[in-house]
Every structure is written in structure tokens, then in C-alpha cells.
């Protein structure tokens, strides 16, 4: 290889993080997004050749291949979504009675320790941008729009790099961003940030409660407004006795729980083991992604998916 091509594929390697995190935007899966920079890496070392440091950054360029990629990808793919999105809250019934929708692309959990580390404050918006709520509501917005909303707010590129970039003009990238912000206008903002120690007690409390299956202690640290979510089940509950009565149908089948702390979407989380049926091991079961803010747990998203556990950099069994 030339040393340009060289200078290329190390950047794209360097910048490979940063290209997951933003592919995860554009598609709100894990699982696409990996794929989707494999091509990305592909497509620039094959036109490593054409880069003009005198044009564009290294990182422009590469953001001008991931754009193509994914508005390529999303041309035929169908809308990620979480349950709260798609139906209302459930009344509250046996866990034997929930049906799985595998059929719905749901949207996936992404793990924090892809996001790197640096500046305080710029960890903080990396993950308020990759938090659930956030990359839930990009998933309304037209591909187009979702990607210059994302080259603009998130990556904080100036208009006129993203308009050459998109081959288009400055005035329609504005125009793209102010739609985009007006369809996103109704989006809260995530709760406000907790130190790292009550994020750790909360945590703490959240997983005594749950390896124990004491639904009093765990009804202790939930909001009144709490919501529960577990894609693929469509069914969601919402409020604190709904989900509490939940709790209680599913700590009543017997078993038992060990959990490992780790993050996710910019929150704390953990994943959840259960007893297997020989009772020697504990299996995979869910990753819990928990949304917290001074009042206790706002969201409960639990992702039944024990193949994202891979994903994670966590064990199968333990």
C-alpha cells in the first residue's frame, strides 16, 4: 500500500468508534451498525487513492462514506422502534401470557464503553446522543434529515462541510435542520445528570432488590411514573403499582437472578443472569437499561436479547 492509503486505513481505524456511534444513530441497532462500518472501512481503504487532505479532513471524508452507507442501508429498511412507540400501556398480566413480537425491528441497546473517554463535558453530550429516548425519536425523522441533524448538533460540523459532504447546498442543509428540530421539538430532554455516587447507590439498591425478588425494596427507588419496556415483547406497563404488580408475577415463578453492572445509552445498567433449568449455571437473560434522576428509576428498558450480551463484552453463562 501507497503511505496515503496507509494514512487512510489507520484513520478510518481510529475513527472507528466514533463511525459505530454514529451508524447506531442513523439505524438504532447494534448489529447494523457494525456491519455497516465494516463497509464503511471498506469503501475507504478501495478509495483511499481519491482523498484530498487539501478538500476535506480525514474525518469528513470518512462521514461523506458513512452518510452513503447508511442512506444506502435505510433506503430499504423498515423504522426501529421500542413498545411505548408502537402501542398503548398494558393492563397487568402473567409474564406467561406475553407474546413476542420477532417480527418488529426493535431498537437495540449500545454499550458506553464504545463511546471512548476525554473531556467531561463532552462525555456528557456523547451520551445524552446515544441515550434511548433520543435515538428513538431520530428514527421518525425522513434518513436525510436524521443525518445532518446528527453531522450538525451531535458531530458539530459547520453547515457548509455537511452540504458538501451531502452534495447539496448550505441552504438546504439548514432547511433539513430546521425541520428536523421542529419534528424533534416535543422531545424532552434526558433528567438531569446524577453524580457517579448516587448513580451507584441507586444501582446498588436496584440490584439488591432484584437478586433477592423483593418487590418492596424495588417499589422503594421507582418513580410514580416509572415505565417498563422488554422488546420483543410488545407489552409495556406504566406507573409504579402497574409495574410493581408485574414484578411480582415474575418473581413469583421461582428461580434465581445474579446481575453485572455495566452501561448503556449513556445510563447505568445491568445485565441480568438467571438460573438455568440444571440449576449449576446461570444463563444470559436481559440487559436492563435504567433511566434515573433524583426521584429514583424513571425507565426500566430491559432488552430480552442474550445475544447482544456479546456486543457488551459479556459472558454467555456464569
Known sequence: MTAAVDDVVAGAQAHRAELLAYCYRMTGSMHDAEDLVQ????????????????????????????????LTALKTAQRRAMPVDLSQPNPVYGPELLDKSPEIPWLEPFPDALLGEGD???????????????????????????????????????????????????????????????????LESGPAELSDAEQREFLKRYVAAFEAMDVEALKLILREDVLLQMPPFLAWFHGRAAVAAFMTRIFGRGGAFRLVSTRANGRPAVAAYRRSAGGEVFEAANLHVLTLDADGVARMDLFHAPELFRIFGLPAWL
Open 39 to 70: 463497509e464503511i472501512q471498506v469503501r475507504a481503504w478501495r478509495a483511499a487513492e481519491s482523498f484530498d487532505p487539501q478538500r476535506a479532513s480525514l474525518r469528513t471524508w470518512l462521514y461523506r462514506i458513512a452518510t452513503n452507507v447508511c
Open 120 to 186: 467531561p463535558a463532552a462525555v456528557v453530550t456523547v451520551r445524552e446522543s446515544v441515550r434511548l429516548a433520543f435515538v428513538a425519536a431520530l428514527q421518525h425523522l425522513p434518513p436525510l434529515q436524521r443525518s445532518v441533524l446528527i453531522l450538525r448538533d451531535v458531530l458539530a460540523l459547520k453547515a457548509t462541510e455537511v452540504a458538501e459532504l451531502l452534495d447539496t447546498s448550505t441552504a438546504a442543509v439548514n432547511s433539513a435542520l430546521q425541520r428536523a428540530h421542529a419534528q424533534l421539538s416535543g
